[in-house]
């Protein structure tokens, strides 16, 4: 194989190896997987892809990219799990192939590969790569995006810099004007950054035009269409509220302080996070130590480090997935120091960052162990806390090896490969069974199923009291009632029960086993047709309610 495809095949590799096994294992999780696929399972059902629908009704608060390639993959392998978490998998393959061939172009094989193991086996990425969720194609995007524009300021290429806007574009379509937001606020501090080290090649009045252009013909015929159909408000409520606003509201009650991200990038790059210290001190020393491309590349990552993160960090909104379009950043730094490591034979402190990954597994796990014992957890959750021991071991055997690795001068090289192939397969291992177990504790698609099954024509199915709404929607079929407690004043989607339950011949209510007094039938026969876990199935039909 030649050189400069090495890396990009690994790449593709290793996050397919980290996503696709057991990808279609279990139902999906509530809320946004169930909402999503929802959405995207509605497009086949009105068939119309230009608006969107959740619970046959318009919705307007994501772009349609991700839900139009669900749609695709469920009209090809039938609505599935894993027709709906196959598009994340696959942009997540493909970052693990263009930051592998990227960097391997720019400064060598050996970082490219480097850079893509790190990337694919950390925590968040495997996991986004595992959900049916939009962000994985947003984190393509911006990645190619940023990549992309940076070659062209490198090389003046006036094709580079339109294929950066068109990725720029799609990456609106998958989750808006973020997309754009991010790889300006990354590409151009790096540009007047990278102009006083040395001369760059900024792009030509045409250059800017064709990549408005180019921009503009990606996202253009939705939007037109979109306006068309429904007008202008929809634009306004997607950009204005659950855009714009998520940075200067709250929106869902997601808020979070400043710092809200540093325990996030803790977690979410684990166990890379370990060598993350050490790589940041190895750039800021190398700032004024390497010139030409390797040079470039670091300034590039250091900035792609620190301004979103920044960003998102006074964003009035926080979710843990805006922040994993920062990772390709740190897998640059970190697999830039990997190298140097190897190339210097510095062992001593990738030495003790690889060292420290079992040390901070182990105490973890006896935390685990002290906890479940100390407040008597349940049997389920017992099961899944060995699933999670197993993966932590996995990780901790990894570790171990990654760290002799380190600790030998003539095996540095392979190093890095020990822990990102054991956190590869503990990811695996995890999917495969801890997703299974996890099923205990999703009652509403079996109940959903059971509905399913023997709904009528005129049946009203409804949720009341208990978390699954998008679930029922999704296991069923839309419109799903929400219904308010029996002792609750209807308010926002929360129906009036009574009239949701007088108006149908029979209607189909998922709620809580535990029963409040009184508890109503509202003159109805009331039936128990199924129970899952805490929640149970019933069936009012019989006489008409009482006036």
Known sequence: MQRYLRAPFVGALVAAFATLPGLGVGTLWDNSETAYGEVAREILLTHDWVVMHLNAVPWFVQPPLYFWLAALCAKMFGVSTLAMR?????????????????????????????????????????????????????????????????????????????LG????????????????????????????????VEEIRLPSIRAVVLGLLGFLVVIAPWMIALGVRVGPGALMTLIGHYTIGRYTGVIENQAGPVWYYLPVIVLGFFPW?????????????????????????????????????????????????????????????????????????????????????????????????????????????????????????????????????????SW??????????????????????????????????????????????????????????NALMFYARPPVAMLAGPDEIPKGENVDPRATICHASRSWVITSAKRPNPDPTYGRTRTVVARSGRAVLFLYDGPACRS
């Open 86 to 162: 196959l598009p994340a998998a696959l942009a997540t393959i493909a970052m693990g192939a263009f930051i592998g061939s990227s960097i391997a172009r720019q400064i060598g094989s050996r970082v490219g590969i480097y850079a893509s193991v790190v990337l694919s086996t950390c925590l968040m990425q495997a996991v986004m790569g595992r959900m049916a969720i939009m962000d994985a194609l947003l984190d393509l995007f911006v990645m190619v995006s940023i990549v992309l524009l940076f070659e062209a300021l490198e090389s003046g290429s006036t094709r580079l810099f339109v």
């Open 165 to 196: 806007a068109i990725s720029a574009g799609f990456g609106f379509l998958a989750k808006g004007p973020v997309a754009p937001v991010v790889d300006l606020l990354v590409i151009v501090p790096y540009a007047f950054w990278n102009h006083r």
């Open 273 to 409: 996070v370990a060598f993350l210290p050490s790589a940041a001190v190895f750039a800021w020393r190398s700032l004024h130590r390497f010139d030409g491309a390797r040079g470039r590349i670091l300034r590039l990552g250091i900035v792609w480090a620190i301004l979103p993160l920044v960003f998102f960090s006074f964003a009035r909104t926080k979710l843990p997935n805006y922040i994993a379009l920062e990772f390709p950043a740190f897998a640059l730094l970190v697999a830039l120091y990997f190298d140097e490591v190897v190339e210097r034979g510095s062992r001593r402190a990738a030495w003790l960052s690889a060292a420290a990954v079992p040390i901070a597994i182990a105490c973890a796990a006896i935390g685990v162990m002290i906890f479940a014992q100390s407040n008597r957890i349940t049997d389920e959750a017992v099961l899944v806390s060995r699933d999670l021991i197993a993966f932590g071991g996995s990780i901790f055997v990894g570790a171990v090896v990654t760290a002799v690795c380190f600790a030998r001068r």
């Open 412 to 469: 540095q090289g392979i190093a890095p490969y020990g822990l990102g192939l054991a956190t590869m397969l503990a990811m695996d291992v995890l999917a495969i069974f801890a997703l299974g177990h996890a099923e205990r504790f999703k009652p509403v698609p079996v109940l959903a199923g059971v509905i399913d099954a023997h709904l009528r024509p005129g049946d009203v199915v409804a949720i009341q009291g208990i978390s699954g709404g």
